[in-house]
């Protein structure tokens, strides 16, 4: 009987693994597998990298990877979990979200008292389709193609007293 609470102890104890990512991430299987080194030098390959539904990430070696064994069987991992400590914001307040990019430090982050501050680290975003804004629009500059709102002159037109009318449809 203590042999099989020992064995029973002993998977249980081998049902997780932390380790860290050693290669490139695979993308050609449908999904994606990652190489992992864990602990005692233990080396797994070909892992299944499962993630989130609707979320993707590309982890890069050197990343953590936190692997699942199937009832303890070191020969059936699957990766659940990826980090980068070595480029996680570290100016997070207690409640607030952080979706970052840690290559080029780009961020989208749900501030504690609400806001949302996105932080394109090259300065500049982009945003392709549509959009509609129900609240204010505040700028320093405004552009339409490579007319400036705020030096925008109007030709042929004379200066007047009075003040013009509301827009015209």
């Avoid at 490139?24 to 190489?35: A, I, K, L, Y």
């Avoid at 990343?63 to 400590?85: C, E, K, T």
Wanted: glycine share 12%.
């Amino acid at each position: 009987m203590a042999n099989l609470a020992q064995r029973a102890a002993r998977r249980i104890a081998m049902a997780l693994g932390v380790g860290r990512q050693t290669a490139d991430t695979n993308e050609q299987p449908s999904t994606p597998t990652v190489q992992v080194a864990l602990p005692a030098g233990e080396m797994r390959s070909d892992v299944p990298f499962v993630q989130e539904y609707g979320f993707a990430s590309r982890p890069v070696p050197g990343s953590d990877i936190v692997v699942m064994f199937q009832a303890g069987d070191r020969s059936r991992g699957v990766a659940i979990a990826s980090g980068d400590q070595r480029n996680r914001p570290k100016d997070l307040q207690p409640g607030e979200v952080c979706v970052f990019h840690p290559p080029s430090g780009s961020q989208i982050k749900m501030q504690k008292d609400g806001t949302i501050l996105i932080k394109p680290s090259a300065g500049k975003g982009t945003w392709d389709g549509d959009l509609d804004v129900s609240g204010t629009v505040s700028a320093q500059e405004c552009k339409a193609g490579n007319i400036a709102l705020s030096t925008h002159k109007h030709s042929g037109v004379q200066p007047g007293s009075g003040d013009s009318g509301p827009p015209s449809s």
